[in-house]
Nanobody, 124 residues
Framework: QVLLVESGGGLVQAGDSLRLSCAAS????????MAWFRQAPGKDREFVAA????????RYADSVKGRFTISRDNTGDTWYLQMDSLKPEDTGIYFC?????????????????WGQGTQVTVSS
């Protein structure tokens, strides 16, 4: 089992930056892909970014490409989402996720482990 805990959310203004963290514990050796999803009020949870455990390859949603960066620390047990040039439409609950399988999947169903979420609010 893998436990994921997010941190770093908050209230910011449009154009500001924010960095989210996800700390993993438990059987982290089983993780091959780390990811971030988000869910706006009244909407489905959507893919934001994903990263292979070794840091070799990343994938981003078109809506965040060029503004957000996913990365990991040296241990691979913590990963980050650096969010720059934030927009009001980036508002939502951000979840980190992980999966043992290969492939930088974008579907929610492909991920086995989830954090509890952290709120990000961007005011205009």
């Amino acid at each position: 089992q893998v436990l994921l805990v997010e941190s770093g959310g908050g209230l910011v203004q449009a154009g500001d930056s924010l960095r989210l963290s996800c700390a993993a514990s438990g059987r982290t050796v089983t993780i091959n892909v780390m990811a971030w999803f988000r869910q706006a009020p009244g909407k489905d949870r959507e893919f934001v970014a994903a990263l292979y455990w070794d840091g070799s390859t990343t994938r981003y949603a078109d809506s965040v490409k060029g503004r957000f960066t996913i990365s990991r620390d040296n241990t691979g047990d913590t990963w980050y989402l650096q969010m720059d040039s934030l927009k009001p439409e980036d508002t939502g609950i951000y979840f980190c996720a992980a999966r043992p399988g290969l492939g930088l999947a974008t579907s929610r169903a492909s991920y086995d482990y989830w954090g509890q979420g952290t709120q990000v609010t961007v005011s205009s």
